[in-house]
């Protein structure tokens, strides 16, 4: 549950906070009750912040009396230079690959123990997929996950197992030693894979986006059909994630 901040003596700033992190991709509309459970808050006390919100521009409340994310916020997010930058180079190359394989292309960056989608180029053709832009996906099943972790510090790589390596399908890598084998692979080759470890009859291939410094700041990823050759798809992906650092750097 979002929020759950419920306690005396928090700040107002505070509570505003605990109510926007009620919404995410999967609950992008909530009703006041909602928004309260999920905050922790009092109903009459989130009824105020919601107020507040929507004369800010903050929210926006649909016919149905739910609310949603205001275009103000979204106003704020786009101006955040790190990731628009990210974006606006990675977005011709994002389209090059979808023209060429007319699968799904994802961007994500590091969030956390996730990866984080901050875009996406898809089609009706495409294998269907869990990711959505401002989804999270876990970095242990997924390519663009791996890529992320190979190329992030040991101390990731341990909180991740400490949270768990949950089991998406027969197919996930639950147990460390072998995703350390499978990372130090990813190192050694500059691609990631995933085989039907997030999503049954879907495989992946990725490649880290690297600082100059050989830190990473984000990955590209092709998530195909599993009857998809994706090993003959990693060139591409490579070939595009490296003229995007290049491009950012």
Known sequence: MAGRIGTPGQTVSRRLLAVLDCFDVAHPALTLTEVARRSGLPVSTARRLINELRAWGGLERLSDGRYRIGIRLWTIG????????????????????????????????????????????????????????????PLHATGVGKAIL??????????????????????????????????AEVRRTGVAYSYEEMTLGA????????????????????????????????????????????ATS
Request: glycine letters at 8%; charged letters at 20%; a positive charge.
């Open 78 to 137: 786009a101006l955040a230079p790190q990731q628009r930058g990210l974006r606006e180079a990675a977005v011709p190359a994002m389209h090059d690959l979808f023209q060429a394989t007319q699968e799904n292309i994802q961007l994500t960056v590091p969030d956390g123990v996730d990866a984080l989608c901050i875009e996406k180029i898809s089609s009706a053709r495409a294998v269907p997929t869990l990711t959505h832009v401002g989804g999270r996906l």
């Open 150 to 183: 190979a190329f992030s510090g040991k101390e990731l790589l341990g909180s991740v197992v400490e949270v768990g390596l949950a089991r998406m399908t027969p197919h996930t890598i639950t147990e460390p030693g072998r995703l350390a084998a499978a990372l």
């Open 203 to 246: 495989v992946s291939v990725a490649a880290p986006i690297l600082t100059l410094d050989g830190r990473v700041r984000a990955a590209l990823g092709i998530v195909a059909h599993s009857r998809a050759a994706v090993d003959r798809l990693a060139p591409a992906v490579r070939t595009a994630a490296l003229g995007i650092a290049r």
